[in-house]
T-cell receptor, first 112, second 113 residues
Framework: GAGVSQSPSNKVTEKGKDVELRCDPISGHTALYWYRQRLGQGLEFLIYFQGNSAPDKSGLPSDRFSAERTGESVSTLTIQRTQQEDSAVYLC??????????FGPGTRLTVL | KQEVTQIPAALSVPEGENLVLNCSFTDSAIYNLQWFRQDPGKGLTSLLLIQSSQREQTSGRLNASLDKSSGRSTLYIAASQPGDSATYLCAVRRQGGSEKLVFGKGTKLTVNP
Protein backbone atom coordinates (compact mmCIF):
# COMPACT_ATOMS: atom_id res chain seq x y z
CA GLY A 1 0.00 0.00 0.00
CA ALA A 2 0.96 3.63 -0.30
CA GLY A 3 0.60 4.61 3.33
CA VAL A 4 2.14 3.76 6.68
CA SER A 5 0.71 0.55 8.06
CA GLN A 6 0.73 -0.75 11.60
CA SER A 7 -0.11 -4.08 13.13
CA PRO A 8 -1.94 -5.23 15.05
CA SER A 9 -4.68 -2.60 15.00
CA ASN A 10 -5.78 -3.67 18.47
CA LYS A 11 -3.96 -5.58 21.18
CA VAL A 12 -5.31 -6.66 24.53
CA THR A 13 -2.80 -8.15 26.93
CA GLU A 14 -2.45 -9.03 30.57
CA LYS A 15 -0.29 -7.04 32.91
CA GLY A 16 3.24 -8.38 32.96
CA LYS A 17 3.22 -9.78 29.43
CA ASP A 18 5.50 -8.54 26.65
CA VAL A 19 4.04 -7.03 23.46
CA GLU A 20 5.52 -6.24 20.07
CA LEU A 21 4.06 -3.60 17.76
CA ARG A 22 4.99 -3.33 14.11
CA CYS A 23 5.25 -0.39 11.72
CA ASP A 24 5.75 -0.53 7.95
CA PRO A 25 6.77 2.94 6.73
CA ILE A 26 6.26 4.39 3.30
CA SER A 27 8.89 3.04 0.93
CA GLY A 28 11.81 5.44 0.55
CA HIS A 29 11.11 7.35 3.74
CA THR A 30 14.31 7.75 5.68
CA ALA A 31 12.80 8.86 8.97
CA LEU A 32 10.53 6.86 11.26
CA TYR A 33 8.93 7.98 14.51
CA TRP A 34 6.96 6.33 17.29
CA TYR A 35 4.50 8.31 19.37
CA ARG A 36 2.11 7.36 22.16
CA GLN A 37 -1.30 8.88 22.80
CA ARG A 38 -2.91 8.11 26.13
CA LEU A 39 -6.58 8.80 26.64
CA GLY A 40 -7.26 12.52 26.81
CA GLN A 41 -3.61 13.39 26.28
CA GLY A 42 -1.57 14.80 23.44
CA LEU A 43 0.86 12.70 21.45
CA GLU A 44 4.08 11.90 23.28
CA PHE A 45 7.28 11.36 21.32
CA LEU A 46 8.93 8.01 22.02
CA ILE A 47 11.73 7.37 19.54
CA TYR A 48 13.06 8.56 16.16
CA PHE A 49 15.10 6.72 13.52
CA GLN A 50 16.85 8.48 10.64
CA GLY A 51 18.63 6.26 8.14
CA ASN A 52 21.59 4.51 9.68
CA SER A 53 22.17 7.16 12.36
CA ALA A 54 21.87 6.35 16.04
CA PRO A 55 18.20 6.62 17.04
CA ASP A 56 16.92 9.39 19.32
CA LYS A 57 15.54 7.40 22.24
CA SER A 58 14.97 10.40 24.49
CA GLY A 59 11.21 9.88 24.69
CA LEU A 60 11.16 6.27 25.83
CA PRO A 61 9.47 6.33 29.26
CA SER A 62 11.35 3.42 30.82
CA ASP A 63 13.80 0.63 30.06
CA ARG A 64 10.81 -1.66 29.46
CA PHE A 65 10.41 0.09 26.11
CA SER A 66 12.70 -0.59 23.16
CA ALA A 67 12.49 -0.25 19.40
CA GLU A 68 14.41 -1.50 16.42
CA ARG A 69 14.53 -0.63 12.78
CA THR A 70 16.44 -2.45 10.10
CA GLY A 71 17.80 0.03 7.57
CA GLU A 72 14.95 2.09 6.17
CA SER A 73 12.29 -0.56 6.52
CA VAL A 74 10.10 -2.11 9.18
CA SER A 75 10.28 -1.04 12.81
CA THR A 76 9.14 -2.90 15.90
CA LEU A 77 8.33 -1.34 19.27
CA THR A 78 8.60 -3.79 22.16
CA ILE A 79 7.14 -3.23 25.61
CA GLN A 80 8.27 -5.70 28.24
CA ARG A 81 6.37 -6.54 31.42
CA THR A 82 3.44 -4.34 30.40
CA GLN A 83 1.71 -2.16 32.99
CA GLN A 84 -1.79 -0.70 32.92
CA GLU A 85 -0.30 2.75 32.41
CA ASP A 86 1.07 1.54 29.06
CA SER A 87 -2.48 1.41 27.69
CA ALA A 88 -2.57 3.89 24.82
CA VAL A 89 -2.68 4.23 21.07
CA TYR A 90 0.80 3.80 19.64
CA LEU A 91 1.30 5.75 16.44
CA CYS A 92 4.06 5.37 13.89
CA UNK A 93 4.98 7.99 11.30
CA UNK A 94 7.49 8.19 8.49
CA UNK A 95 8.89 11.02 6.43
CA UNK A 96 11.54 11.80 3.88
CA UNK A 97 14.23 13.73 5.77
CA UNK A 98 12.47 16.61 7.55
CA UNK A 99 9.41 16.71 5.35
CA UNK A 100 5.78 16.15 6.12
CA UNK A 101 5.18 13.22 8.42
CA UNK A 102 2.70 10.56 7.36
CA PHE A 103 1.07 8.71 10.21
CA GLY A 104 -0.21 5.17 10.37
CA PRO A 105 -3.61 4.29 11.87
CA GLY A 106 -2.09 3.27 15.18
CA THR A 107 -2.20 0.25 17.45
CA ARG A 108 -4.58 0.47 20.37
CA LEU A 109 -2.98 -1.33 23.31
CA THR A 110 -5.06 -2.28 26.33
CA VAL A 111 -3.32 -3.74 29.35
CA LEU A 112 -5.70 -5.48 31.72
CA LYS B 1 10.96 22.70 27.28
CA GLN B 2 8.57 23.33 24.43
CA GLU B 3 4.90 23.27 25.36
CA VAL B 4 2.05 23.48 22.89
CA THR B 5 -1.43 24.58 23.95
CA GLN B 6 -4.58 24.43 21.89
CA ILE B 7 -7.70 26.41 22.65
CA PRO B 8 -10.53 25.58 22.78
CA ALA B 9 -10.41 21.91 23.74
CA ALA B 10 -13.74 21.38 22.01
CA LEU B 11 -15.87 23.41 19.64
CA SER B 12 -19.32 22.83 18.22
CA VAL B 13 -20.61 24.95 15.34
CA PRO B 14 -23.47 24.84 12.84
CA GLU B 15 -22.72 23.90 9.26
CA GLY B 16 -21.57 26.77 7.09
CA GLU B 17 -19.92 28.76 9.85
CA ASN B 18 -16.35 30.02 9.56
CA LEU B 19 -14.18 29.12 12.53
CA VAL B 20 -10.70 29.58 14.00
CA LEU B 21 -8.67 27.12 16.01
CA ASN B 22 -5.81 28.41 18.10
CA CYS B 23 -2.39 27.01 18.88
CA SER B 24 0.31 28.58 21.04
CA PHE B 25 3.85 27.41 21.77
CA THR B 26 6.30 28.55 24.42
CA ASP B 27 9.61 28.37 22.53
CA SER B 28 9.70 30.45 19.33
CA ALA B 29 12.81 28.67 18.02
CA ILE B 30 10.86 26.37 15.76
CA TYR B 31 11.77 24.83 12.43
CA ASN B 32 8.18 24.41 11.29
CA LEU B 33 4.62 24.02 12.51
CA GLN B 34 2.15 21.48 11.26
CA TRP B 35 -1.60 21.11 11.57
CA PHE B 36 -3.06 17.61 11.55
CA ARG B 37 -6.51 16.16 11.52
CA GLN B 38 -7.23 13.04 13.58
CA ASP B 39 -10.21 10.85 12.85
CA PRO B 40 -11.08 7.94 15.17
CA GLY B 41 -9.28 4.77 14.13
CA LYS B 42 -7.58 6.43 11.18
CA GLY B 43 -4.44 8.00 12.58
CA LEU B 44 -3.38 11.52 11.69
CA THR B 45 -3.60 13.32 8.38
CA SER B 46 -1.32 16.26 7.71
CA LEU B 47 -3.29 19.33 6.63
CA LEU B 48 -0.81 22.17 6.39
CA LEU B 49 2.88 22.65 7.15
CA ILE B 50 4.28 26.12 7.68
CA GLN B 51 8.03 26.67 7.65
CA SER B 52 9.38 29.09 10.23
CA SER B 53 10.10 31.66 7.51
CA GLN B 54 6.50 31.60 6.26
CA ARG B 55 3.50 33.53 7.55
CA GLU B 56 0.70 31.37 6.20
CA GLN B 57 -0.31 28.40 4.10
CA THR B 58 -3.59 27.73 2.36
CA SER B 59 -5.24 24.56 1.14
CA GLY B 60 -8.80 24.76 -0.11
CA ARG B 61 -11.01 25.99 2.71
CA LEU B 62 -8.15 25.85 5.20
CA ASN B 63 -5.76 28.65 6.02
CA ALA B 64 -3.05 28.41 8.64
CA SER B 65 -1.11 31.38 9.90
CA LEU B 66 2.08 31.55 11.92
CA ASP B 67 3.39 34.33 14.13
CA LYS B 68 6.62 32.88 15.36
CA SER B 69 7.64 35.81 17.50
CA SER B 70 4.46 35.66 19.56
CA GLY B 71 4.36 31.86 19.54
CA ARG B 72 0.97 31.56 17.89
CA SER B 73 -0.69 29.83 15.00
CA THR B 74 -4.28 29.77 13.88
CA LEU B 75 -6.16 27.38 11.63
CA TYR B 76 -9.05 29.02 9.83
CA ILE B 77 -11.74 26.80 8.35
CA ALA B 78 -14.14 28.49 5.96
CA ALA B 79 -17.71 27.37 5.34
CA SER B 80 -17.49 24.40 7.70
CA GLN B 81 -19.08 21.08 6.76
CA PRO B 82 -20.12 18.06 8.87
CA GLY B 83 -17.24 16.17 7.27
CA ASP B 84 -14.84 18.57 8.96
CA SER B 85 -15.77 17.05 12.32
CA ALA B 86 -12.54 15.64 13.78
CA THR B 87 -9.83 16.47 16.29
CA TYR B 88 -7.34 19.03 15.02
CA LEU B 89 -3.80 18.84 16.31
CA CYS B 90 -1.04 21.39 16.15
CA ALA B 91 2.61 20.29 16.33
CA VAL B 92 5.93 22.12 16.22
CA ARG B 93 9.39 20.91 15.32
CA ARG B 94 12.28 22.60 17.13
CA GLN B 95 14.94 24.45 15.24
CA GLY B 96 18.43 23.02 15.05
CA GLY B 97 18.53 19.29 15.17
CA SER B 98 15.62 17.77 17.04
CA GLU B 99 13.39 15.78 14.76
CA LYS B 100 10.56 15.12 17.15
CA LEU B 101 7.25 16.91 16.91
CA VAL B 102 5.76 18.39 20.07
CA PHE B 103 1.99 18.17 19.94
CA GLY B 104 -0.85 20.02 21.57
CA LYS B 105 -3.77 18.05 23.00
CA GLY B 106 -5.99 19.06 20.13
CA THR B 107 -9.32 20.73 19.53
CA LYS B 108 -12.29 18.44 18.98
CA LEU B 109 -14.49 20.04 16.34
CA THR B 110 -18.10 19.07 15.74
CA VAL B 111 -19.93 20.60 12.79
CA ASN B 112 -23.66 20.10 13.11
CA PRO B 113 -25.81 19.72 10.00
Amino acid sequence: GAGVSQSPSNKVTEKGKDVELRCDPISGHTALYWYRQRLGQGLEFLIYFQGNSAPDKSGLPSDRFSAERTGESVSTLTIQRTQQEDSAVYLCASSFLQGVGFFGPGTRLTVL
Amino acid sequence: KQEVTQIPAALSVPEGENLVLNCSFTDSAIYNLQWFRQDPGKGLTSLLLIQSSQREQTSGRLNASLDKSSGRSTLYIAASQPGDSATYLCAVRRQGGSEKLVFGKGTKLTVNP
